[in-house]
């Protein structure tokens, strides 16, 4: 148990000074795959993003960590955005990731709610991702999918 704490502090020090999430978040505007319906702008206003093992009654198996996306975005468009962790996925390297049930802990201020043109919420999300592919990670971004993909 003792090399999966060492783990967590090496990876979380790298995360916090490499600067691999900062800057890299896509700002989506993405056709949703069922419609014609253009995904709109959302503003970024601020995230953070926090690696972990365990979540609740959650344990991440060996290899892998929970990244725990804090965000508070705004909605730029003119078209609601949705707060359902399926409609959020996380891409690392050309790697799609779904959100993880964790989402739903007691432990993480996540909620469903619809975003109206103009207002902004904050929200988290839970994906499960393998730790090496994260720690040698050139691009990590979250983006809105929209609905129903």
Known sequence: ??????TFIILFSLLAFSGCVGDSVEQNNTT?????????N????????????????????EGHVFLIWDIHIKNTGDT?????PHNWKVLIDGVEYSAHQATYSESIAHETVNIYPGADYQTSFVYLINSDDFLN???????YVGAYR
Do not use: C, H, K, W
């Not at 949703?32 to 709109?40: H, L």
């Not at 990670?137 to 983006?143: E, F, K, Q």
């Open 1 to 6: 148990m003792e090399s999966r704490y060492l």
């Open 32 to 40: 949703n795959s069922t419609s014609d319906q253009q995904v709109q």
């Open 42 to 61: 959302i503003e970024y206003l601020e995230q953070n993003v926090t690696p972990v093992f365990e979540i609740g009654r959650y344990e991440a198996p």
């Open 80 to 84: 609601l955005i949705n707060t359902n």
């Open 137 to 143: 990670a050139d691009n990590v971004a979250i983006g």
